[in-house]
């Protein structure tokens, strides 16, 4: 029998994983419900890309959420999207994209660049580092961020046009969920599990962020953040 353990960043505020990544992982995983081992790692050090997360999967050791759910789909025969429209399919791909590549790197910089966020970063996303190796990571993390938000593009803009870049995003999430219950209708999708994972680590946390705002004013993404979690998460609903 195929043996598949997973590993992730820790959890926080009822999410398995403070890491949208890990989180979309482990939402695909619910949805299409294949068992697996969950590890928690404290770095992302371990993964074949120094990136969570990862899996070994009868013995082998894959990295990157989106390869490692391609390979999933294949070898446990199972396709939260098989019922898309060729159309549907189209936009799946497009708004990976918008959450992954773009949406990703303002609530990376909320994180991160946040003077008053620095505290509960530490004692969140490094939290399960021991000290003192956490108080000389720390800094060395940040600064390896930073760098990653400039070579993006994301940190050579102002707070104000970060703003604005998340606001677009976010509306246009708002529109194309528009009044269904997910993503392409009564059924989650791949989809789902990727706007869910950003944006509940954006609203269901503790940093403060302008983008929490932002999901309430859609009025429909608070809305779809519940219907998921109480599908997908009941335990942490209060
Ligand atoms: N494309 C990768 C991105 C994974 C990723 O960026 N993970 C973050 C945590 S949210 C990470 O491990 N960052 C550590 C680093 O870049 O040093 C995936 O889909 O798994």
């Known amino acids: 029998m195929t043996h598949l353990t997973v590993y992730h960043l820790p959890g926080r505020w009822g999410l398995p994983s403070v890491s949208p990544f890990c989180l979309k992982l482990d939402a695909f995983l619910r949805i299409v419900e294949i068992p697996h ?6 770095t992302p050090f371990g993964g074949p890309k120094g990136k969570a997360p990862w899996i070994t999967l009868d013995g082998e050791t894959h990295g990157d959420s989106s390869l490692i759910i391609e390979r999933l789909k294949t070898v446990y025969s199972v396709d939260p999207d098989r ?3 060729r159309n549907a399919r ?3 791909v497009t708004i990976e994209r918008l959450i992954e590549e773009n949406l990703y790197w303002a609530m990376v910089f909320d994180r991160w660049c946040r003077p008053e966020n620095w505290g509960i970063l530490k004692n969140s996303i490094l ?4 000290q003192p190796v956490r108080a000389l990571l720390a800094p060395f993390a940040k600064r390896s961020v930073k760098k990653q938000l400039m070579g993006h593009g994301m940190g050579l803009h102002s707070e104000a046009e970060i703003r604005a870049i998340a606001k677009r ?9 528009a009044e269904q219950s997910y993503f392409f209708g009564d059924l989650p999708s791949l989809t789902d599990a990727t706007v869910y994972s950003l944006l509940a680590n954006i ?12 999901i309430e004013d859609t009025q429909n993404l608070v809305p779809f953040l519940t219907r998921f979690k109480c599908a997908y998460y009941p335990e942490s609903v209060e």
């Open 37 to 42: 081992e969950a590890i928690t790692a404290a």
């Open 169 to 177: 995003d976010i509306q246009a999430l708002s529109d194309l969920l």
């Open 203 to 214: 609203y269901h946390v503790e940093f403060n962020s302008p983008m929490k705002s932002l």
């Open 83 to 85: 019922y898309l429209s």
């Open 90 to 92: 189209g936009t799946a």
């Open 127 to 130: 939290g399960d580092i021991p």
